[in-house]
């Protein structure tokens, strides 16, 4: 059996596919969906990090981006509807990026530190 957001998603248009995807992914992170009107890109934030949905033919492509670090890092995922991705799996991956970031956030203090004990 389908899970219930990849139910009838097959009969639609691809457009219709990639925000019901995206609005189920927002869902499951506790966030807004994102505007009607943002039908092949759509942005979301966190507390920590920038998401942006991009359409792509036959899936959907996931930029994600901590843009309070030192040095900026983002990470591309891509997803591609024949192999039936699963939003849990893909807000499990936003959640693991995130505490990546928190964790980047407590280490540098001490990191700073340790460098200005040393000079």
Known sequence: MLPPWLQSRLAREPFTRFVAFTDEVARLLDLPPASP???YQRP??????WMVW???DGGASLFLERPYGELRDGVWLRVEWHQSPDP?????MIRAY????????RR????LARLVRRG
């Open 88 to 92: 849990e799996t893909v807000a499990a």
């Open 98 to 105: 995130e505490r990546g970031a928190r964790r980047e956030r």
């Open 108 to 111: 540098r203090p001490c990191w």
């Open 54 to 56: 991009r359409y792509k």
């Open 37 to 39: 009107a943002e039908v």
């Open 44 to 49: 979301y934030q966190t507390a920590r990090v």
